[in-house]
């Protein structure tokens, strides 16, 4: 893997004398397609809902078969602003096929996460580092067949996401447990992993950058939810009865969505048949 090295800017701040940036920045996390990173990144976002922080997701890749790029963005602003600005502050660099231009992409005083299993990433001396083992916590964990932990390493960067910029623990939890409808032990097994690189960074990392979380009080009496599942609802509502769909990412949550609501919204109550 290639080495690059961009223009510094005039002057920057040290990493450790910037004064905190909270509750206003974004993310993005540059993954596989069908990795498991939409739970890991819904997770992420519902943690910030959870917090009661404004928050909005955008899923930015084509509809593709896996393996190929995506990049999930995460804008977080109390004020409530949901555009996404040029540039994210906070990389997760968790696809090797894109890393240098994505740690390019960093404006400078940016955050890079990224996976220490690689040899090497590109070096820039304006951003902030922070290696995570991904493969030794997966394999510790002892979570799974070798198809479960492929899915399970993307919750790694969840963890030590949410130690370094001050996620609770209880607010992973919360939205694993909505994510994974509950299901203990689904929810249980991702956060053995959450806990491990969470544990990580409390231990051995010291923080460099000002960006982190506060809880707030903005999203009391709202509902988050994804555009597909807002879609997969409106259809229920517009009185649509049937679907025919073939299953590919990223359009699959919407038919997904549109037979859950289904029997739950146009069910007679009286009698159980479809109305």
């Not at 005039?10 to 990795?35: C, E, H, K, Q």
């Not at 096929?97 to 990224?114: F, H, K, Q, R, W």
């Not at 299993?117 to 070798?146: C, H, L």
């Not at 549109?258 to 009286?270: K, N, Q």
Request: hydrophobic content about 40%; proline content about 7%.
């Amino acid at each position: 893997m290639s080495t690059l090295t961009p223009e510094k800017s005039d002057n920057p701040l040290a990493m450790s004398d910037r004064p905190p940036v909270i509750n206003d920045f974004s993310i993005v996390a540059a993954t596989a397609n069908g990795t498991g990173s939409q739970s890991a990144n819904l997770t992420i976002l519902r943690s910030f809902f959870k917090m009661g922080i404004p928050v909005h997701g955008k899923n930015i890749f084509p509809s593709n078969i896996q393996g190929l790029p995506t990049w999930y963005h995460i804008r977080v602003s109390h004020e409530g602003y949901v555009a996404r600005p040029g540039q994210a502050e906070i990389l997760i660099a968790f696809n090797r096929a894109t890393v240098n231009d994505d740690i390019m992409e960093l404006p400078s005083g940016g955050v890079c996460i990224y996976n220490a299993d690689w040899k090497s990433v590109p070096e820039r001396e304006d951003i902030t580092y922070y290696p995570v083992p991904v493969k030794e916590f997966v394999m510790e964990s002892g979570v799974g067949n070798a198809k479960m932990r492929s899915y399970i390493a993307n919750m790694v960067y969840v963890g030590a996401l949410a130690q370094l910029i001050d996620i609770p623990l209880e607010s992973i939890q919360e939205a694993l447990n909505f994510q994974f409808n509950g299901k203990a032990k689904a929810v249980e097994s991702n956060m053995i992993v959450v806990r491990m690189a969470y544990n990580h960074f409390a231990e051995n990392v010291t923080k460099q950058d000002p960006y982190k979380v506060e809880k707030m009080d903005k999203t009391e009496g709202l509902i988050l939810m994804t555009g597909n599942e807002a879609a997969g609802l409106g259809s229920v509502f517009g009185g649509v009865s049937f679907a025919a769909w073939y299953p590919i990412t990223p359009s699959t949550s919407v038919i997904d969505a549109f037979s859950d609501h289904l029997p739950a919204f146009r069910t007679d109550p009286e009698t159980g048949k479809a109305n």
